[in-house]
């Protein structure tokens, strides 16, 4: 256990449809991102949040909309998906952003969009 | 903005063999390195990391790496793979002086046979 905490771990959802995915540590860290992992691709950053504020938001589609509400939660809300966002959803934390330390990751949510 | 090939994407060996997966980079400033491993069914985690100081690095499980700054690179080896190390291998780089956020290569995906 890492303690980050990712739910649900898996997901299935049409193209209309509206879900959230959720990120919890209780690591007392105040930096939380989101990466998306395909196949054959590198990890891609998502979103970084440091002290409850976006700091990166790497050329993201608007069909994904994060929200930070306290340091310790992230969620990721979904609208529209296309079948080409079927991916792993990691959640990572570490202290702060803007330093060295490792990254501390989630388990993941596996989304299939139909 | 630093980029990571990894180019080695599957590796099949036998147990007891030696292993040796290739990281580059490019980047020309000064660079933070790591190589984190996701066993599977479970969560990304650091395997080892590089700094500063000896460029030969030791991390758990038996495993070093090699910074060559002339080569850009950042080489993971083991001398004697088992049947446990069968997961997926992630090469990073954090930039120094820049956002600090993770660079990830695509991944190696090492199968170790019994």
């Known amino acids: 256990e890492t303690g980050v905490t990712q739910t649900p771990r898996h997901l299935v959802m049409g193209m209309t449809n509206k879900k959230s995915l959720k990120c919890e540590q209780h690591?007392?860290?105040?930096?939380m991102y989101w990466y998306k992992q395909s196949a054959k691709k590198p990890l891609e950053l998502m979103f970084v949040?440091?002290?409850?504020?976006?700091?990166e938001n790497n050329s993201v589609p608007s069909r994904f909309s994060p929200e930070c509400p306290n340091s310790s939660h992230l969620f990721l809300h979904l609208h529209t998906l296309q079948p080409e966002d079927s991916a792993l959803y990691l959640c990572?934390?570490?202290?702060?952003?803007?330093?060295?330390?490792?990254?501390?990751f989630g388990s993941g949510t596996q989304l299939s969009v139909l | 903005a630093q980029s990571v090939s990894q180019h080695n994407h599957h590796v099949i060996l036998s147990e007891a063999a030696s292993l040796e997966l290739g990281c580059n980079y490019s980047?020309?400033?000064?660079?933070?390195l790591f190589w984190y491993v996701q066993y599977p069914g479970q969560h990304l985690q650091l395997l080892l990391k590089?700094?500063?100081?000896?460029?030969l690095v030791k991390g758990i499980k038996g495993f070093e790496a090699e910074f060559i700054k002339s080569k850009f690179s950042f080489n993971l080896r083991k001398p004697s793979v088992q049947w446990s190390d069968t997961a997926e291998y992630f090469c990073?780089?954090?930039?120094?002086?820049?956002?600090?956020?993770?660079?990830f290569g695509r991944g190696t995906s090492l199968i170790v046979h019994p």
């Open positions: 980047y020309g400033g000064t660079v933070n």
């Open positions: 990073a780089v954090v930039a120094s002086g820049g956002s600090y956020i993770p660079t």
């Open positions: 990572a934390s570490t202290p702060q952003a803007a330093t060295n330390e490792k990254l501390f």
């Open positions: 690591l007392g860290h105040n930096a």
């Open positions: 590089y700094f500063s100081g000896d460029p």
């Open positions: 949040y440091n002290f409850k504020e976006q700091t």
